[in-house]
């Protein structure tokens, strides 16, 4: 068997049916808890603007190699990670790439597990804005703290859940791209919505400042640069995981090359409108610009409380995480959905429901805020990036460069040159060694 027929998947597969509905699921992978409730906070903690050249350095580089790799080498193979690594080693007659595989599904399902928690309080904060409860609550933090409790939100979990097995039951097509053409562009309509209204509060201007005025001695801070770097690592989903697979799904005319430049500036975007709704109306009422959990669920809703029409720009808001955060969570889901469905060779049904159903039982466990810290920090710190370096390894080097540039190519009028060639094969490679060590030096950095 030649090598090229055995990256070849001849078995029919779903696939999306147009470019945008590929392009909207990838932004909606992308387009997540980091980009609302770090990307904010890290601008501000490390020089505001300045912050923003490091940032954009890496979030291009990064999709200009391991963004249009990852998309290609599922496409290539039409598989998920498993049967990637898998057909990719085959070609240098090695047998053991599948376990290799099972990495980044592992990761991917994690954090699914972790997000699928948060969805469930989104749903939470969502109804308690609708109903009132949330807004009339004494104490933001004590409301948050009945919730984020042990087993404090099973009901909301479930139906967090729920929503998003209905989507992926109706396949690729009719579910995952469908939604994503809803749920992205309200999400980016109502976060300008929102951000427009932050805008005409008193005092949003001097959080403005906070957020694009640049200290450029933070460009000499070594941390603004690594921090940087793992803001855009991960906000760009790059696993070795749920991108390869969307990739599988992806035609061959389809120009991946505009498709991840794309994905790059929405996501972006999407973390700008997010710092430019957060930061300023933090600063407003002279609230912590915290980060994580504590910035959505405490600070914002006191923002919301103090503010004129705050309960109806509360619900706009947690309308909007929410698309964002299903969106992320089909993405996180489908990796494991897919591995159990190709490996098993079940019915995607019953797939969704074996994967679905584990994610819940072990979610149980991580309904408390501090065990879903501990959850999402150790897959992000150790297990994502080692999935992202060994599919850089089986694309770039295993399948080699010039089939993987040849792949990325296919669909595209465009043609990349020798500094593809380098960036790819050895800086990002080299990156996704760093994210590793950096993460476990400094406990995570994104």
Same mark, same amino acid.
């Given at each position: 068997?030649?090598k090229?027929e055995?990256?070849t998947?001849?078995e029919?597969?779903?696939?999306?049916?147009?470019?945008?509905g590929?392009?909207?699921?990838?932004i909606?992978?992308?387009v997540?808890m980091g980009?609302?409730w770090?990307?904010?906070?890290?601008? +501000?903690?490390?020089?505001g603007a300045?912050?923003?050249?490091?940032?954009?350095?890496f979030?291009?580089l990064?999709?200009y190699? /391991?963004?249009?790799?990852?998309?290609a080498?599922g496409?290539?193979?039409?598989? /998920?990670?498993i049967?990637?690594?898998?057909?990719?080693l085959?070609?240098?007659?090695k047998k053991?790439?599948g376990?290799l595989?099972?990495?980044?599904v592992?990761?991917?399902?994690?954090i699914?597990?972790?997000y699928a928690?948060?969805v #469930?309080?989104?749903?939470?904060?969502?109804?308690?804005f609708?109903?009132g409860?949330?807004?009339?609550?004494?104490?933001?933090?004590?409301?948050?703290g009945?919730?984020a /409790?042990p087993?404090?939100?099973?009901?909301?979990h479930v139906?967090?859940l729920?929503?998003?097995?209905?989507?992926?039951i109706?396949g690729?097509?009719k579910?995952i791209?469908?939604?994503?053409?809803i749920?992205m562009?309200?999400f980016?309509?109502?976060f300008?919505?929102?951000?427009i209204?932050?805008?005409?509060?008193? +005092?949003?201007m001097?959080g403005l400042?906070?957020l694009?005025l640049p200290?450029w001695?933070s460009?000499?801070n070594?941390?603004?640069w690594?921090? $940087?770097?793992?803001?855009a690592f991960?906000s760009?989903?790059?696993a #070795?995981?749920?991108?390869?697979?969307y990739?599988s799904?992806?035609?061959?005319?389809?120009?991946?090359i505009?498709?991840a430049?794309?994905?790059v500036i929405f996501?972006t975007l999407? $973390?700008?409108l997010?710092?430019?709704?957060?930061?300023?109306?933090v600063?407003a009422?002279?609230l912590d610009?915290?980060?994580?959990p504590?910035?959505?669920?405490i600070?914002?809703?006191s923002?919301?409380?103090?503010?004129?029409? +705050?309960?109806l720009?509360?619900?706009?808001?947690?309308?909007s995480?929410?698309?964002?955060?299903i969106t992320s969570?089909?993405?996180l889901l489908e990796?494991?959905?897919?591995?159990?469905?190709?490996?098993?060779?079940?019915?995607r049904k019953?797939?969704?429901?074996?994967?679905?159903?584990?994610?819940?039982l072990?979610?149980?466990?991580a309904?408390?805020?501090?065990a879903l #810290?501990?959850?999402m920090?150790?897959?992000s710190?150790?297990?994502?990036?080692?999935?992202a370096?060994? $599919?850089s390894v089986m694309f770039?080097?295993v399948?080699?460069?010039q089939?993987?540039?040849s792949?990325?190519?296919c /669909?595209?009028?465009k043609?990349?040159?020798?500094?593809?060639?380098?960036s790819?094969?050895y800086i990002?490679v080299?990156?996704t060694v760093f994210?590793?060590?950096a993460?476990?030096l400094?406990?995570?950095? +994104?």
């Amino acid at each position: 068997m030649s090598k090229n027929e055995n990256l070849t998947n001849n078995e029919t597969r779903e696939s999306f049916t147009s470019k945008t509905g590929f392009i909207l699921a990838c932004i909606g992978s992308a387009v997540g808890m980091g980009n609302i409730w770090l990307f904010p906070y890290r601008v +501000g903690q490390f020089g505001g603007a300045a912050f923003l050249i490091p940032y954009l350095i890496f979030i291009v580089l990064l999709g200009y190699t /391991g963004l249009m790799g990852e998309f290609a080498f599922g496409r290539m193979t039409q598989t /998920g990670p498993i049967g990637s690594f898998k057909k990719a080693l085959e070609t240098r007659n090695k047998k053991w790439g599948g376990v290799l595989g099972v990495i980044p599904v592992i990761g991917a399902f994690g954090i699914a597990v972790g997000y699928a928690v948060v969805v #469930g309080w989104f749903l939470r904060f969502l109804v308690g804005f609708i109903t009132g409860s949330a807004i009339n609550a004494l104490d933001s933090g004590t409301y948050f703290g009945e919730i984020a /409790g042990p087993f404090g939100s099973i009901i909301w979990h479930v139906i967090a859940l729920v929503l998003v097995s209905i989507i992926l039951i109706s396949g690729v097509a009719k579910g995952i791209e469908m939604m994503n053409k809803i749920m992205m562009p309200a999400f980016y309509i109502l976060f300008v919505i929102v951000m427009i209204r932050v805008f005409m509060l008193d +005092g949003a201007m001097d959080g403005l400042k906070y957020l694009v005025l640049p200290e450029w001695s933070s460009l000499a801070n070594p941390k603004t640069w690594i921090y $940087a770097l793992g803001q855009a690592f991960f906000s760009l989903s790059l696993a #070795g995981s749920g991108m390869i697979v969307y990739g599988s799904y992806l035609k061959r005319d389809v120009d991946i090359i505009s498709s991840a430049k794309n994905t790059v500036i929405f996501d972006t975007l999407g $973390a700008f409108l997010a710092g430019l709704i957060i930061i300023p109306a933090v600063f407003a009422f002279n609230l912590d610009p915290a980060s994580g959990p504590p910035l959505l669920f405490i600070t914002i809703p006191s923002v919301f409380k103090l503010m004129p029409f +705050g309960r109806l720009f509360g619900v706009i808001f947690f309308v909007s995480v929410l698309f964002a955060s299903i969106t992320s969570l089909m993405n996180l889901l489908e990796v494991p959905i897919e591995a159990v469905q190709s490996t098993f060779k079940l019915n995607r049904k019953v797939s969704v429901a074996i994967v679905v159903v584990a994610a819940f039982l072990l979610g149980l466990f991580a309904e408390d805020g501090n065990a879903l #810290g501990k959850l999402m920090d150790f897959v992000s710190i150790y297990i994502i990036p080692l999935g992202a370096f060994i $599919a850089s390894v089986m694309f770039f080097w295993v399948v080699g460069i010039q089939k993987a540039k040849s792949e990325i190519e296919c /669909g595209s009028e465009k043609k990349l040159g020798r500094l593809f060639e380098v960036s790819a094969k050895y800086i990002f490679v080299f990156l996704t060694v760093f994210v590793f060590i950096a993460g476990i030096l400094l406990g995570g950095i +994104g």
